[in-house]
């Protein structure tokens, strides 16, 4: 906590499943100490002793492989899916954020740049950690774009006093296999855009840390969502002038 202030996030965001751990660790240590004077308790304390390492060694026999996980982000936009579908293809440029999580150093997408089109095009989507590389695999216009995703960026920057560093912890902590744009007309002549975000990350429970990673990649669809609708709407709204 002192020399590494975003770590209290950390503890923050582990406090649910710390709490019931170490008074689980309380309540042997209590009946350690309870039977101290019993002839059992150093079968007791030996039993614990074996317990940890025991576990582990089990987990790194039969590791589960992450679960893959889904977020769905919808947004409506006053405007045909033709003029969404431009925008959808390759975005230009959003603002910096606002939002407290990206300033304090999670990573937020800041343009899309397209290479190409049709299905076998690449596009890359740039964070401020870096690009992620995007091969289209389904190119429906104006109605679908999914692609895969084949290199990642890390997922944050860790807050340092020197100019780079290269985090180990953070390579296939978060990690998105792949993505979609739906774009459906409605009754109104407007368009209901929908983003789609498959990932998967490397923390245990898994369930429990996708409440977290759910959040900020539903965030992270609002941040590009919200931008093409503004840009969608001025731009429909002067052709009409």
Request: with cysteine; net charge neutral; aromatic share 10%.
């Amino acid at each position: 906590m002192a020399v590494a202030l975003e770590g209290v996030i950390c503890l923050i965001m582990a406090t649910p499943i710390a709490l019931p751990l170490a008074a689980f660790g309380g309540l042997c240590g209590y009946q350690v100490r309870r039977r101290r004077f019993q002839t059992d308790s150093r079968v007791l304390l030996s039993a614990l002793l074996l317990f940890a390492p025991g576990v582990e060694w089990m987990e790194h026999l039969s590791p589960t492989p992450p679960p893959t996980f889904v977020v769905r982000t919808s947004l409506d936009i006053q405007a045909p899916p033709e003029k969404v579908w431009q925008q959808v293809v390759a975005f230009s440029e959003i603002a910096p954020p606002t939002e407290w999580m990206f300033r304090a150093g999670i990573a937020y997408p800041i343009r899309a740049e397209m290479l190409g089109s049709g299905s076998g095009a690449e596009r890359h989507c740039v964070f401020s950690t870096g690009a992620f590389v995007e091969p289209i695999q389904v190119w429906d216009e104006p109605r679908l774009l999914k692609f895969s995703v084949t290199s990642n960026p890390p997922p944050m920057e860790e807050w340092t006093p020197y100019s780079h560093i290269d985090p180990p912890h953070l390579h296939g902590f978060l990690v998105s296999e792949g993505g979609q744009f739906l774009l459906t007309p409605l009754a109104n002549g407007g368009t209901r855009l929908e983003g789609t975000t498959w990932y998967r990350h490397g923390l245990w429970p898994a369930q429990y840390w996708s409440l977290w990673s759910d959040a900020i990649i539903h965030r992270i669809h609002l941040r590009v969502l919200r931008h093409i609708r503004n840009e969608v709407e001025a731009t429909t709204l002067t052709s009409r002038k």
